[in-house]
Nanobody, 123 residues
Framework: VQLVESGGGLVQPGGSLRLSCVASGFTFSTYSMTWVRQRPGQGLEWVSAISTGDIQTAYADSVKGRFTISRDNAKDTVYLQMNLLKPEDTAVYYC?????????????????RGRGTQVTVSS
């Protein structure tokens, strides 16, 4: 059972990145998925979530209108398209299983998550 994030990097303010998270070892299509992020020294901030079946999405106010979440069940992958990036978007981004639209201080032991991908927004 594994989640592997990729697509992070260094980008200038106003730029774009597309994050990917590939799932394996479980039936991806039956799980809602959430992107969360963690800034240095801070807790977990949920960013965006996507449901199974009839697609529902949710966005934190801080990213609404700039980020778009999507999924491809045929590829067992969830994406996060990030546009108009700001320095405050700098964080390690993780995908986790489930609909996790609550900020938390740390990762609960019960969560399945990947190793994350670093996003740095700086000029």
């Amino acid at each position: 059972v594994q989640l592997v994030e990729s697509g992070g990097g260094l980008v200038q303010p106003g730029g774009s990145l597309r994050l990917s998270c590939v799932a394996s070892g479980f039936t991806f299509s039956t799980y809602s998925m959430t992107w969360v992020r963690q800034r240095p020294g801070q807790g977990l901030e949920w960013v965006s979530a996507i449901s199974t079946g009839d697609i529902q999405t949710a966005y934190a106010d801080s990213v609404k209108g700039r980020f778009t979440i999507s999924r491809d069940n045929a590829k067992d992958t969830v994406y996060l398209q990030m546009n108009l990036l700001k320095p405050e978007d700098t964080a390690v981004y993780y995908c986790v299983t489930g609909w996790r639209t609550v900020d938390r201080p740390t990762f609960p032991d019960s969560w399945l998550r990947g190793r994350g991908t670093q996003v740095t927004v700086s000029s």
